[in-house]
């Protein structure tokens, strides 16, 4: 008989609970040492879930001096975060994927990128594939994750997270 995993439980994937904004940065910094070189992650969650905290989290802990902004207007920011390239994208504003050409997001496409996606359902075609995606979702006063690996790239950071 073939065992079956269910979607959020066992290697490819895992859960969290998020009491308050510490525990939510405080994944991000687990993750952020768990990382090997690019990856890219798609942030899902309704507004306020968490996924800028978690996003800025990650990027601060990857050395990212300037203060890591929301690019909830500019629609993508990017930095050097220690000699890696990284991306932080915010696409809640996009209607049309194909607004997203004039953006010329082909360095997103750098296997060594680190790349940041809230909301990639909206930018569907014109980023690339994920290798994570994390869900982030409102738990009483707090908040709740869950981690899916999407790539095999993805089941090696999940197989070195703590
Ligand atoms: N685990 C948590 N529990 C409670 N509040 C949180 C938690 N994580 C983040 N927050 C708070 O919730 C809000 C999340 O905002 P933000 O990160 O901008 O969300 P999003 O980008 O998903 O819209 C912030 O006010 C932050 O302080
Ligand atoms: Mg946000």
New binding site residues.
């Given amino acids: 008989m073939i065992e079956r995993v269910a979607p959020g439980q066992g290697p490819t994937g895992r859960k969290w609970p ?4 510490a ?2 940065a405080g994944l991000a910094v687990q993750l952020a040492q768990a990382l090997d070189g690019g990856l890219v992650i798609y ?1 899902h ?10 996003a800025r989290a990650l990027l601060t802990r990857l050395g990212v001096g300037e203060r890591v902004k ?1 690019p909830t207007y500019s629609l993508v920011e990017g930095y050097d975060a220690e000699g890696q390239p990284a991306w932080h994208l ?1 696409l809640y504003r996009i209607a049309d994927p194909a607004e997203l050409e004039w953006l010329g997001l082909d360095a997103l496409a750098d296997p060594a990128a680190l790349v940041l996606v ?1 909301w990639p359902e909206r930018g569907a075609g014109a980023l690339p594939a994920a290798d994570v995606a994390l869900h ?1 979702d409102y738990a009483g ?3 709740h994750a869950s981690l899916q690996a999407l790539s095999a790239r993805g089941q090696r950071l999940l197989a070195r997270l703590v």
Avoid: I, V
């Avoid at 998020?18 to 904004?21: G, T, V």
């Avoid at 969650?45 to 978690?54: C, N, Q, V």
């Fill in positions: 998020l009491p308050d904004e525990a939510t942030l969650g309704p507004l306020g879930a968490g996924k800028t905290s978690f929301s915010d809230e982030l006063q707090g908040r």
